[in-house]
């Protein structure tokens, strides 16, 4: 199985500030078939990128996604109140899909 | 709008048996592959489970760790989504989520996850 690693694990920054967040795989991901995900305390997880760099419906341009082979990013670029959540990643290159352990971006 | 509501959800114990469902609705629930993922307290999500949509044979996958305890199902005429959890351990306990694939073949990221109903085995 392929393992993905997040980091950082927590991450604390203030409202207006850039957030990267990585997300490094076990070994390379087929066709960069990765996708993030946010999630807000008490709410369903919510598509942000598929495919390593494409936005899902309705996601902000703030929020945007790169990488390849194992090195995965995802970049806030100016965070609003709401971005203030925990966010993961998913590899569906190969089976089973498998997820990062999260980030937590919090208020500094 | 794309709507998934599990329940089920409760404490159990060690050995029991519990059923989830997931009721859906905005969407051609039978054309989709459909997955069940759970996380627990302070971890990632992990897939547990999928079922293939419409077409073809109806495909079903398990994660390693569930498979022979757990059965995933759908009724199409309800729109609804199932995992019938049997034999359930202490590692069992989590937050179990419904989601949505991306197309038939249950193979790609999740477009869409309820809310979540947790799942608690303890003694």
């Known amino acids: 199985d392929i393992v993905l690693t997040q980091s950082p694990g927590t991450l604390s920054l203030s409202p207006g500030e850039r957030a990267t967040l990585s997300c490094r795989a076990s070994q390379s991901v087929d066709s960069e078939y990765l996708a993030w995900y946010q999630q807000r305390p008490g709410q369903a997880p919510r598509l942000l990128i598929y495919t390593a760099s494409n936005r899902a419906t309705g996601i902000p341009d703030r929020f945007s996604g790169s990488g390849s082979g194992t090195d995965f990013t995802l970049t806030i670029s100016r965070l609003e109140p709401e971005d203030f959540a925990f966010y993961f990643c998913?590899?569906?290159?190969?089976?089973?899909?498998?997820f990062g352990q999260g980030t937590k971006l919090e208020i500094k | 709008e794309v709507h998934l509501l599990e329940s089920g959800g409760g404490l159990v114990q060690p050995g029991g048996s519990l059923r989830l469902s997931c009721a859906t609705s905005?969407?051609?629930?039978?054309?989709?592959?459909m997955s069940w993922v759970r996380q627990a307290p302070g971890k990632g999500p992990e897939w547990v489970s999928s079922?293939?949509?419409?077409?073809?044979?109806?495909?079903?996958y398990y994660a390693d760790s569930v498979k022979g305890r757990f059965t995933i199902s759908r009724d199409d005429s309800k729109s609804t989504l199932y995992l019938q959890m049997n034999s359930l351990r202490a590692e069992d306990t989590a937050e179990y989520y419904c989601?949505?694939?991306?197309?038939?073949?249950?193979?790609?990221?999740?477009?869409?996850w309820g809310q979540g109903t947790l799942v608690t085995v303890s003694s």
């Open positions: 905005g969407f051609g629930f039978s054309s989709y592959g």
């Open positions: 998913q590899q569906y290159g190969s089976s089973p899909r498998t």
């Open positions: 989601a949505k694939d991306l197309a038939s073949f249950p193979l790609y990221y999740f477009e869409s």
């Open positions: 079922i293939k949509g419409r077409g073809g044979d109806r495909r079903i």
